[in-house]
């Protein structure tokens, strides 16, 4: 890439780039705006993408858009340019997430260098719905990646034990509710892709990315087949033990889940460069009340955005991008 110069061509690569961050379902609620006479790429929210029924607060939204935002801070950390990043600039267009001003191209610093050093893990990244070995993660890796968190402004806590089977508790109350009432499915049906459909999605999960099912375990997975069926799949034990973090904010307003994005991509990348797979589920984070419950009831004073399970195995398969050209918009 070249890192003398900013103009519409680098602008979308820096852009193609962002989007390789994971969102809710996968619906990529996010556009872009290079506005060249600032230097300047605008993030703003797809309301399109929403998800009425699971996500009416828009909190998950906001995380994925700041997912996408710090790919995007890597990127052009990467091509040597120095990001300046301004969450909700302007009250009055509240679509308007974030203003990215891209310096000019210099010696990086320390802090970009630590951004840069992030990249190769930006389309490495997948989230893996497969088994995990039963295998500990080292304490160097655990704090490794909590740093990373904290330099995003967030907390990430490894749980012990007896607040794992909290959370795999809780899991399986959001599933429970949503066998009682089908019309909260409607969200995930929205979002999943069958069939010949899987083959040309540009968003959303397709079937090939839906994992095995599970026969035993205890893995917090949300299955987005659900009763449908999907050909050539199996089902195989999980692991016994997972391994969960929470990822959480001292505040819980637009911002705090824009920061809560930009550290849990902060976190995945981390996790990618040391070998560990990686996948999310905000299933039980999605009512106010188990959301609640979740939080560590000693140490944890602060709002769980995200609950992550981390681990060693498969990466799992890569998930449809939109094209450029479609989150893009250059004035």
Not at 36 to 65: E, F, K, Y
Request: aromatic share 4%; with cysteine; glycine share 6%.
């Amino acid at each position: 890439m070249d890192t003398r110069q900013l103009d519409a061509k680098t602008a979308a690569a820096l852009v193609a780039e962002a989007v390789f961050a994971p969102s809710m379902h996968n619906a990529q609620p996010w556009r872009f705006r290079y506005v060249a006479h600032d230097r300047a790429l605008l993030l703003l929210a797809d309301l399109d993408r929403a998800m009425t029924r699971s996500d009416p607060g828009n909190r998950a939204l906001h995380i994925g858009c700041g997912a996408a935002l710090f790919n995007l801070r890597v990127a052009a950390a990467h091509a040597g340019f120095t990001p300046v990043v301004r969450l909700l600039p302007d009250p009055a267009e509240p679509l308007l997430l974030a203003a990215v001003q891209l310096g000019e191209a210099r010696r990086p610093t320390t802090h970009e260098d630590d951004l840069a050093r992030l990249h190769p893990a930006i389309r490495e990244r997948h989230t893996s719905r497969h088994p995990f070995d039963e295998k500990d993660i080292p304490e160097d890796v655990r704090a490794a990646l909590q740093r990373a968190a904290s330099l995003e402004g967030a907390d990430l806590l490894f749980p012990g034990p007896w607040h794992v089977e909290t959370v795999l508790d809780l899991v399986h109350d959001a599933e429970s509710r949503d066998a009682l009432n089908p019309a909260g499915m409607e969200d995930l049906h929205r979002w999943t892709r069958l069939g010949p459909e899987a083959d040309i999605a540009t968003d959303g999960v397709p079937e090939y990315a839906f994992g095995p099912r599970m026969r035993d375990g205890k893995a917090p997975l949300r299955d987005f087949a659900g009763r449908r069926p999907v050909a050539d799949r199996g089902a195989t034990a999980f692991e016994k033990n997972p391994h969960l973090a929470l990822l959480s904010t001292p505040g819980d307003a637009p911002a705090d889940w824009l920061r809560a994005g930009q550290a849990l991509e902060r976190v995945l990348l981390e996790a990618t460069l040391t070998g560990l797979a990686t996948s999310l589920t905000s299933h039980a984070l999605e009512s106010p009340d188990l959301r609640l419950l979740a939080r560590e009831p000693v140490a944890g004073g602060g709002h769980v955005q995200m609950v992550l399970r981390l681990g060693y195995g498969p990466q799992g398969p890569a998930t449809p991008r939109r094209p450029v050209r479609d989150v893009l918009e250059v004035v």
